[in-house]
């Protein structure tokens, strides 16, 4: 069934309080629940969610229903108006669930022997039955019967004897939020005193054995802590808070109320395991976790529909934390590289959706980067649009107004308008229309008077012919052409299809540096001669628009190259300068020195109107690169020698800056030094960061043989390296064996495929390798859908997600999509293919 959001209604009771009593056994788990609810309107019957659950009894205020007085389906529990007092009353129900056949890892599962929970977004009704909804918000109170030293759940906690434990929420909150943990853990411990001098507990809790892994987090747990308060104001609100790193994990993390469960991936680090990206990354989601305690919990979602109301919010914030505590322009760049690899990559495909979708069947699928990384974006606008301070007004009302609340984004929009007085209608359509909008510019220089003209259009997306024209920021400098700032960034609002903006009393024609910051999720086109490219990128005073101006030049660069024509100096010369300016972060230089990757040059090459090639686009990338490091071979080993890091290991950003453009010397030079330089550093290095960057530049230039089983045989027993492992080497080696490569793999005793971590590895390794993949037998897509396939039945979360490598199918050749098509049809044609897949495919193929 689809579900859409204008046939919301509102829960009919009102649900105070539960009680959930556990009495856990892996075959066998009893669950307890007592709801004390109050009816809003007369008469309705109460329909609770339950799926997969044996039910043993239901009682109304201690009286058991007789079998005619409810219905059990598939989808759970209703109970007859006749049977509903009219009157607050008491329903007692008793369940009993199986958490180790629990392969889905939804509900109650269990992983290396100790239990966990995902509820979100209706995992709770695996559980036990429930009005498993996010405006349903209640006061939890946990009992937990079980064998495990170590049993948790949200809230503080109220007793605790062997084999017992006792948990109370003080916060009403929706059933997503839930959690449970019992296993033999141990946990990194410290506190955190809050602003109001309020001490709490932290704890980190992971399998032993790993606890000396678990210090950054906790120290980047405090750091974000602190940051909420100086920036948002916003306090911890219990007197504990525990973060579990659990092995068997479907999504990255998750932020039940007090009780963080964690992949241990996105936990774990130790300078020898964990590499720079890792470390930043693990920063970054303790944050996001941390920072929906305000933006998610205290204030939730109406409904599913509203997802990105704290997902884009929340991913704002955490990106806006990073910016703050590490290199705020490089950690720009990175969002806007991810952003446009998966958000722009799915918003021109048959899966584009708005960021506040109006339908879906299975709501697990809108976990996308729409919802989440353009939802950071519309919210970036809104402060560029609103100001610094206008911002932070609008934040604090929106605390204010809706604390303890489930809401919308009319909800969020609203208090942005009451705190500027501005009108926000048009902006609204960046939440309800799916699409990046094409802004075209063009510019004209008459009598001191410069004119800006942009022109936006939006294709249409699926379900969605009509784009009316959107409320766009677009931040503009103009500079001297002797590289000078005219005036200081300004914020043209573009409200119009098409749009003159002029400047006066200009001496001489500017260059205009447009769309700073990336100030809005849009896709810029403009005829900008090579020269003008190249002085952006030597003088633009905005980072953003510095490397944005060299990722022209290599995209026009590779586009050229990719139809077979030849190499033309622009970029090789322009880049040179900025190799050579020291001035410049490394962290900076090295994103410079990254050529966009090979999805991304067929993404160009179709908008252009190219059908892309696969291996043209792999052999122009490889060109281009050997052509950079012959050119500047000599500057390239010298910033590899220059960027060496002595000492111990550290993550911060410098050290981090350097290494990886150091690496980024070493995957150039890589062409053309028989891979000398990566074979020295893999033997001597001493931390996770170069040691795989050295094993990917063996891989790629096929030299790997040593070095592979070397490194399997040093980390065989360690599941997050051995991830490494996996997705390093199908990701970097040649596309012409990157199948067999995956085959092989996949009979490795060590590719434990019901693990997500260890089946994304293999799987985001062979779809990395552009060339690879889309080899145009169509092996690689073969053996794709073979795994998805076999995948379903396990856990049908993880297959759907993985089925977007398909996305794209409709970019290539005839041959290409009749190959991707029947393999996307073979699915969908599968037995019992799960909600979740088939939704996807039937999405994919339309
Ligand atoms: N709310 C989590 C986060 O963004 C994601 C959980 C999604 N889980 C899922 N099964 N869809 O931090
Ligand atoms: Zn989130």
């Not at 410049?584 to 179709?606: K, M, N, V, W, Y």
């Amino acid at each position: 069934v689809t579900k859409r959001l204008d046939e919301y209604r509102p829960f009919p009771f009102e649900l105070e309080t539960v009680h959930l009593d556990f009495r856990l056994d892996p075959k066998r788990t009893e669950v307890r629940a007592r709801m004390a609810f109050i009816p809003k309107q007369p008469a309705a019957s109460l329909h609770l969610d339950g799926e997969e659950l044996e039910l043993v009894s239901v009682a109304i205020d201690g009286r058991n229903l007789l079998r005619d007085e409810y219905r059990v389906s598939v989808t759970g529990l209703t109970i007859h108006a006749a049977s509903l007092p009219e009157q607050p009353f008491t329903i007692e129900t008793v369940v009993r669930i199986v958490p180790e056949a629990n392969t889905a890892l939804e509900g109650l599962y269990m992983s290396n022997g100790m239990y966990c929970t995902q509820c979100e977004a209706e995992g709770f009704r695996k559980i036990t039955y429930y009005p498993d909804r996010p405006d349903v918000m209640a006061k939890f109170h946990v009992t937990i019967a079980g064998d495990a030293p170590v049993l948790l759940s949200n809230g503080d906690l109220v007793t605790q004897k062997p084999g017992y434990a006792e948990w109370s929420d003080p916060w009403p909150k929706p059933a997503y939020l839930f959690a449970l943990v019992a296993g033999d853990l141990v946990a990194h411990s410290g506190t955190f005193t809050t602003m109001s001098g309020r001490e709490v507990a932290l704890n980190i809790w992971v399998r032993k054995g790993d606890e000396d892994r678990c210090d950054f987090a906790l120290e980047a747990l405090k750091r974000s802590m602190k940051w909420d308060e100086e920036v948002y104001g916003r306090e911890y609100d219990l007197d504990i808070f525990n973060i579990v790193a659990v092995d068997d994990f479907n999504m990255g993390a998750m932020e039940n109320k007090g009780l963080n469960i964690f992949n241990s991936k996105w936990v774990l680090a130790s300078p020898e395991t964990a590499t720079d990206a890792d470390y930043e990354r693990i920063e970054g989601i303790i944050a996001h976790e941390y920072f929906h305690n305000w933006t998610g919990n205290r204030i939730t979602c109406r409904d599913w529909f509203q997802l990105c109301l704290k997902e884009g919010l929340t991913v704002y914030r955490d990106q806006c934390f990073t910016r703050d505590t590490r290199l705020g322009p490089v950690k720009r760049i990175d969002d806007v590289i991810m952003l446009r690899a998966r958000q722009f990559r799915e918003d021109r495909g048959p899966l584009a959706h708005p960021p506040r979708p109006d339908h879906y069947k299975e709501i697990n699928n809108f976990y996308t980067a729409t919802v989440y990384e353009k939802g950071a974006e519309i919210v970036g606008m809104l402060r560029t649009l609103v100001g610094e301070e206008g911002y932070r007004a609008a934040l604090d009302l929106y605390f204010e107004r809706h604390d303890g609340q489930a809401c919308t984004i009319e909800d969020w929009l609203k208090v942005f308008e009451d705190s500027s007085g501005r009108n926000l209608s048009q902006f609204k359509r960046w939440y309800t229309d799916a699409g990046t909008p094409v802004l075209r510019v063009s510019d004209t220089y008459h009598d001191g008077v410069y004119t800006l003209r942009f022109e936006q259009v939006t294709q249409p997306t699926p379900g969605q012919a009509q784009k009316p024209p959107r409320h766009i920021p677009i931040t503009v400098g103009l500079l001297t052409p002797d590289g000078r700032e005219h005036a200081p960034s300004q914020v043209l609002e573009m409200t119009e299809a098409t749009q003159d903006f002029t400047f006066e009393n200009l001496p001489q024609k500017p260059v205009a540096s447009i769309l700073r910051g990336f100030s809005a999720p849009v896709s810029l086109e403009r005829n900008v001669a090579p020269d003008e490219l190249a002085f952006l990128l030597a003088h633009d005073t905005d980072p953003f628009n510095r490397w944005e101006a060299g990722r022209q030049l290599a995209q026009d660069a590779l586009v050229e190259m990719a139809q077979g024509k030849p190499a033309q100096p622009d970029y090789a010369v322009a880049l040179g300068k900025l190799i050579a300016d020291e001035s410049a972060e490394p962290a900076f230089r090295a994103l410079c020195l990254q050529l966009p990757s090979e999805d991304g040059i067929a993404q160009t090459l179709h908008d252009r109107g190219i059908t892309p090639d696969p291996d043209a686009i792999h052999a122009a990338r490889e060109a281009l690169a050997t052509g950079l490091a012959q050119t500047h071979q000599t500057a390239l080993g010298d910033i590899y020698d220059a960027m060496a890091v002595p000492g111990p290991y550290s993550p911060d950003p410098r050290p981090a800056g350097q290494r990886a453009l150091r690496l980024a010397a070493a995957g150039l030079l890589n062409r053309i030094d028989g891979g000398q330089r990566a074979q020295t550093l893999f033997e001597s290095a001493t931390n996770m960061t170069e040691s795989l960057g050295a094993l990917s530049l063996l891989v790629q230039a096929g030299i790997d043989d040593g070095a592979l089983s070397a490194f399997r045989e040093r980390w065989k027993a360690d599941r997050l390296v051995m991830d490494k492992w996996f997705i390093t080497q199908l990701a970097a080696c040649p596309p012409e064996i990157a199948v067999e490569r995956a085959e092989e793999l996949s009979d490795d005793p060590l590719f434990t495929w019901k693990t997500p971590n260890r089946f994304r590895a293999l799987m985001a390794g062979l779809s990395a390798n552009h060339a690879g993949f889309h080899r145009k037998d169509g092996a690689g897509y073969r053996f794709y859908a073979d795994w998805l396939i076999r995948l379903d039945p396990v856990n049908p979360q993880v297959a759907a997600r993985m089925s977007t490598a398909f996305e794209t199918w409709k970019r290539y050749d005839a041959e290409r999509q009749a190959l991707m098509r029947s393999e996307l049809e073979r699915i969908s044609a599968s037995d019992g293919l799960s909600r979740d897949l088939s939704e996807m495919t039937t999405r994919l193929l339309a």
